[in-house]
């Protein structure tokens, strides 16, 4: 099965406690399309500038990812930069720069209409919303943004949530998005906005789906996966990205869609989250293996096995 993502691809300048990369490979996109290789077919949809060059393409072609999707154009590519100085969880962002973005009309290569899975990842919601309805026989659509379109671009923002099954997005955005700061009421809020399933990310503390009414004050189906203990995160960006791409990935590569291939979607989320954040920018989900994902997928249920 292939999943069609689109979302950004970018030039990231990063500061961690671990140090600072200027102008890697970055975007939601690039992390989700990384991470999904491992299970599924991907085909990406964006757009880039003169500045990205056959060094990044590589990335996407040695992981047998399908770029017919990335478009080129005359210009700068999208750049953002942010640091993890005060909160490893939670990037502070210090430019954001849409460039060609800002121009982009998404076109879906023929060869790609055929994807029975389609992910929004983050990016302008109008995009989102114009990729959504060029594929209206995707059988599963999933999709991600950012509190800097849940701030100003809240109305084309609502009119995406109501094209998607599944909206994984962080913690503090599900509380900004719904106005709550309650978890499960504001889960609870944006389930009402469309998506089937709401999965919440926590950062290193893991991942939480919501589907279903709520009862008794918990949402009525509820399911949370841990995140691995790491003793060092060098880099958390693309964490969330990564997470998504492990998760669908996963879901994607399944002949039978059960409640339980969402409880196994959320390990393999996990796992890639996990991966991602080892080394700086998307170095650590280059040269992964099946075999390591696998084993690691083992130490999570090592770790939240009772009996
Ligand atoms: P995350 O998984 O949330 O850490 O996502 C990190 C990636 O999101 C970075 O590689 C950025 O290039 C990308 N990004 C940052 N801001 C935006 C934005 N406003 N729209 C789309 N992508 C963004």
Not at 22 to 31: D, H, I, S, W
């Amino acid at each position: 099965m292939a999943i069609t993502v689109v979302g950004s691809v970018a030039f990231d300048s990063i500061e961690t406690p671990a140090g600072r990369r200027e102008r890697c490979l970055g975007g939601a996109a690039t992390y989700f399309s990384l991470a999904a290789s491992y299970f599924t077919d991907v085909r990406v949809i964006a757009v880039v500038g003169e500045d990205f060059g056959p060094r990044q393409l590589a990335v996407f072609n040695a992981r047998g990812i399908d770029t017919q999707g990335i478009e080129r154009a005359a210009g700068k590519s999208f750049f953002w930069e942010g640091s993890y100085l005060e909160n490893l969880n939670e990037a502070k962002t210090h430019a954001t720069e849409l460039n060609v973005f800002g121009a982009f009309e998404p076109k879906i290569p023929e060869a790609y209409r055929d994807s029975e899975f389609l992910f929004l990842a983050n990016i302008d919601p109008v995009l989102q919303r114009r990729v959504r309805e060029a594929m209206p026989n995707a059988r599963l659509v999933a999709g991600d943004t950012m509190n800097y379109w849940i701030k100003d671009h809240r109305a084309a923002l609502l009119e995406v949530l109501k094209g998607l099954d599944i909206l994984l997005i962080n913690d503090t955005e599900t509380k900004m998005l719904a106005g709550n700061n309650n978890l499960v009421q504001a889960a609870r809020a944006v389930l009402a906005m469309g998506p089937r399933m709401l999965v919440v990310k926590h950062g290193e503390y893991g991942a939480t789906a919501f589907h279903g009414a709520s009862k008794d004050g918990v949402a009525a189906k509820t399911f949370r996966a841990p995140a691995l203990p790491l003793e060092e995160v060098v880099d958390p960006t693309g964490a969330g990205d990564s997470f998504a791409g492990g998760f669908f990935g996963y879901i994607a590569s399944q002949s039978k869609i059960t409640p339980a291939t969402f409880r196994h979607a959320m390990f393999y989320g996990s796992v890639m989250g996990s991966f991602a954040v080892e080394r700086f920018g998307t170095e650590r989900l280059q040269q992964l293996s099946r075999e390591e994902i696998d084993h690691r997928f083992g130490l999570f249920r090592e770790l939240t096995h009772l009996d």
